[in-house]
């Protein structure tokens, strides 16, 4: 067996597929577009996986607008949040 893993070193550490999940549908359809892609001296194609079963599509239907103002909102709670402790603090001592 060591025999066979040193000849075939090569080999068996070359990836045959990875797996690639995209943030919105529109990097999906440009790696589609593109169908081949390099990784170091190694050429992949781009196919399109089935659905996985096991990952959760939750946060899917969330726009980008929705997530810049989610970020805002807690900006600003963290923010206020640390003013209230400051001057709470200063009262205090």
């Given amino acids: ?3 066979v893993k040193d000849e075939h070193l090569d ?4 990836p045959n597929y990875m797996w690639m999940t995209f943030k919105t549908d529109v ?7 593109h169908k081949t892609f390099k990784f ?6 781009v196919k399109r996986a089935q659905h996985p079963t096991d990952i959760k599509f939750e946060n899917r239907e969330i726009s980008a607008a929705s ?3 989610r970020k805002r ?12 402790f400051f001057f709470a603090g200063n009262w205090l001592v």
């Fill in 1 to 3: 067996m060591k025999q």
């Fill in 11 to 14: 080999e068996l550490n070359t």
């Fill in 27 to 33: 990097g999906i359809m440009g790696a589609l577009d």
């Fill in 40 to 45: 170091g001296n190694h050429k992949f194609t």
């Fill in 67 to 69: 997530h810049t103002n």
């Fill in 73 to 84: 909102c807690f900006t600003l709670t963290v923010f206020l949040l640390g003013i209230v």
